[in-house]
C-alpha cells in the first residue's frame, strides 16, 4: 500500500527543498530526536520526495523489521512518531522567527532561576531592539 495520502507524506509535501534539508538537520541533533529509526525513516521518505511514488508501506517495514510478518501498527507508530518530530520542527522555524517570543522566554527562564546579571543584559538588548 502506497503512502502517498499518509498525514506524514502530505506534512513532507509541504516543506519546500531547503525546509526539507533542515528537518535532516533537526532529525540529526540529538537535542530534538534521540531515535535512529526516524532518521532512517526520514532517509528511506527523503529519497521519495515529494511524489513518493515507488515507497510503500511493506518496503519501509521490510527495512525496519526485515522478514517479519507485517504489521501495519508498526508503521503507524513509525510514521506518527515522525509526525510528531515535524509539528516539533514547525513550531521551532516558528520559533526563530519570533525574535521577541524568543527574548521573552528567555527572561522568564532568567527571572526564575534569579540570574539577575544576565537578566538584565538580555533585557536591555531587547529595549534596543524595541
Do not use: W
Not at 13 to 40: A, D, V
Not at 106 to 126: C, G, M, P, W
Amino acid at each position: 500500500m502506497g503512502i502517498e495520502s499518509t498525514k506524514i507524506a502530505e506534512l513532507l509535501r509541504s516543506l519546500n527543498e531547503e525546509e526539507m534539508e533542515r528537518l535532516g538537520i533537526f532529525l540529526s541533533s540529538p537535542y530534538f530526536n534521540t531515535s535512529q529509526q526516524m532518521l532512517k525513516l526520514y532517509g528511506l521518505l527523503r529519497a521519495h520526495y515529494p511524489s513518493f511514488e515507488g515507497i510503500t508501506r511493506e518496503v519501509i517495514y521490510r527495512e525496519f523489521y526485515g522478514s517479519e510478518p507485517y504489521k501495519d501498527k508498526r508503521i503507524r507508530d513509525l510514521f506518527s512518531r515522525l509526525l510528531e518530530l515535524c509539528h516539533d520542527f514547525l513550531a521551532q522555524c516558528e520559533l526563530e522567527k519570533k525574535v521577541h517570543t524568543k527574548k521573552k522566554l528567555t527572561l522568564e527562564q532568567l527571572y526564575v532561576r534569579e540570574l539577575e546579571n544576565s537578566f538584565n543584559s538580555v533585557i536591555k538588548d531587547a529595549r534596543k531592539k524595541l
